[in-house]
């Protein structure tokens, strides 16, 4: 939705300065006063989103403010301390919330506008300045990211979409942040109601009827609270990746708390594709905390260096740098598919301390080969500074799968009461018939899961990949197809 702006009269020598339109700046405002985000304390999902936006520019100040009536708010500022907002001067945010795109200013001492404004002229000197805004899903600008520098430099497209990027994170945060916010009033409003209630009802019996009463409903508003929470961490489908058949399971040992294993496939530059699975140590809103941080560190990583060590090395400095991960580690795998002139693809996967994937195909007798690929040398992620990571390269063709998984899977018990392990995965693994897909690989996983006496006794995420052999069609193309967990408890498909 384009903010509508007129042109007031400039002095000599300047370019006009715009003023948005008073029914469009109302609609905003009140936007801005529904997410209530305005002189909240600190939190760390957004210094993040900061922080990480000044090391991707290599800037000293990044920030994320919110425009309010007469002032700009920070509710983060990396580089700037002992500020917390100013006034809504022309220039910088007040003009970057009046358009639809990314605003560069390369020097703004060129800029007529921008040079008069307090971090330009004042002591902090700001010769550089780039703004994404922060977009509502209708349209409404609350803010903006943005990263500033005291001398003047240039940006490359890519770099103005990694801000919007950056840009669009914020606005998710916020939503899930409003998203709670309602909640706990819900909550507290039920709670104060159940409160009245019981005082109210004297006799025994119906206290204890209604106790009964709220227990169940509680059980209910948490697993519900934690469905919710989970959908948040998974990508709500997997990608259609041509060539390459996907699928996916995702489920929790109990409805009642959120698990820390978590996968995604996305694609990158190139026609190069990324994929990981991982696990956080511990469950709950802490483990949460991480796993979130994990899948969108990942993301945002390869998007700049796709090399699967150098996303891990990333990762790991971000979970030892960020104070809300406390002393949580995670296990992951991170793969990169590279497709191959003569069809399948060519598989770098870098391994922190995650069970080994298996990489499966038919041998010429008809039965399935099963090899187990661990780099040697990957330690877990988050847990030792300048940790070692170690990857291994190899070829996914026609016929071939790939299959990934986390340790709910071979710690399960079997009927005798002896963990599956990694000899009973793999025996699992040889006896599957030709053609092995990854439907079949994760349909039978589940089968097998199902079969066991007391199921899994941890969350289970499982991914797996295969490259089907070419239909027989005119242009001898090759039908991509994605299959996807429906919900975090059960298995289906697109």
């Known amino acids: ?26 609609a905003r405002i009140a936007a801005v006063r529904r997410y209530d985000i305005l002189d909240t ?5 957004f210094d993040r989103v900061a922080a990480m936006a000044a090391r991707l520019f290599d800037v000293p100040v990044a920030t994320v403010t919110i425009v309010d009536t007469d002032r700009i ?93 950056l840009a669009a994170i914020v606005l998710d945060e916020m939503e899930l942040r409003l998203s709670a916010l309602r909640a706990l009033r819900d909550e507290q409003a039920r709670r104060e109601a159940e409160r ?48 390459l058949e996907l699928a996916c399971h995702y489920r929790t040992a109990s409805a ?51 090399d699967p060590v150098a996303v891990l090395s990333a990762l790991n400095t971000m979970l030892l740098a960020d104070v809300t991960a406390g002393r949580r580690f995670c296990t992951v795998l991170f793969g990169l598919l590279e497709p191959r002139e003569d069809g399948g693809f060519t598989v770098t996967l870098a391994a922190g301390g995650h069970p080994p994937a298996y990489h499966l195909r038919p041998d010429d007798s008809g039965a399935v080969w099963v090899r187990a690929v661990r780099p040697e040398g990957g330690m877990l992620v988050g847990a030792f500074p300048q940790a070692p990571f170690a990857q291994t390269t190899f070829s996914l063709t026609a016929g071939e ?19 599956l392990g990694d000899d009973g995965l793999t025996g699992f693994l040889h006896q599957r018939t030709v053609p092995v897909t990854a439907t079949s690989l994760v349909e039978d996983s589940i089968t097998l899961l199902a079969a066991l006496p007391d199921g899994a006794g941890d969350d289970v995420a499982l991914l797996a990949l295969s490259v089907p052999h070419p239909h027989a069609t005119p242009d001898g193309s090759v039908a991509a197809t994605a299959h996807t967990a429906a919900a975090p408890e059960h298995f289906g498909q697109e």
Request: aromatic content about 6%; proline content about 9%; glycine content about 8%.
């Open 1 to 26: 939705m384009m903010q509508q702006a007129s042109a007031t009269d400039p002095a000599p020598g300047r370019r006009p300065e715009l003023v948005p339109d008073p029914d469009v700046e109302a």
């Open 41 to 45: 304390p600190p939190d760390g999902a």
């Open 73 to 165: 708010w920070f509710k983060a500022a990396h580089g700037l301390e002992g500020v917390a907002e100013i006034g809504r001067d022309p220039g910088l945010c007040g003009s970057a919330i009046l358009r639809d795109d990314t605003m560069v200013i390369p020097d703004t001492l060129k800029d007529p506008v921008a040079a008069d404004n307090p971090l330009v002229a004042g002591e902090m000197g700001v010769r550089f300045y780039a703004a994404a805004p922060i977009i509502t899903p209708d349209g409404h600008k609350l803010g903006t990211v943005n990263v500033l520098d005291t001398r003047p430099r240039s940006i490359t497209e890519e770099d103005t979409a990694t801000l919007a990027d």
């Open 196 to 243: 009245r209630h019981a005082e109210a009802e004297r006799a025994r019996a119906e206290a204890e009827r209604a106790a009964r009463e709220k227990a169940e409903q509680d059980k209910a508003a948490i697993a519900a609270f934690a469905s919710t929470l989970q959908r948040t961490l998974l990508p709500p489908a997997l990608p259609v990746v041509p060539g």
């Open 256 to 306: 009642h708390d959120v698990g820390g294993d978590f996968y995604d496939v996305f694609p990158l530059d190139g026609g190069r594709w990324a994929f990981f699975l991982g696990d956080v140590c511990g469950k709950g809103p802490e483990a949460a905390t991480v796993t979130a941080l994990a899948r969108h560190t990942l993301r945002a990583t390869a998007q700049i260096d796709p």
């Open 401 to 419: 799968s790939l299959f990934l998984y986390t340790d709910g899977l071979t710690e399960a018990r079997t009927a005798e009461g002896a963990i």
